[in-house]
């Protein structure tokens, strides 16, 4: 199971962004060996409303019904933020104060934990800080 981050979504979608072809190449990769794909609603959530200021409603509108799409085929799951993975989202965010790291990147790092997942499709680079491969 392979967890996507906020900028491995935008990069799919967004053409101006500087990962983009890099980003469609890695999911066609990853989409072809049949990887399962698993995101929190948090970072669904960071994903809409950039590419909603950033890039406009109607590409936030294409990603909701493409995460749509690959949950109802079974290749997305969607995690939800419950009050234990806010918690340790909080524990995580609280033992780095010298790292830039957001919430959602904490409560995502708690869920690689708790799902035992050891490889993401993202650019950022506090995935690798915390023992987590980039699909690169």
Known sequence: MIFVDTGAWIAILDKSDRYHKESVRIYTELKQGREQFLTTDYVLDETATRLRYDAGYQLAVKFFDGIYQAREVGALRIVR??????DKGVSIFRQYDSAILSFTDCT?????????IHQ???FDKHFA???ISLCL
């Open 81 to 86: 933020i419950d009050e234990v993975l806010f």
């Open 129 to 131: 800080m915390m023992g």
């Open 108 to 116: 995502s790092f708690a869920v690689c934990r708790m799902y035992n």
């Open 120 to 122: 993401t499709f993202a």
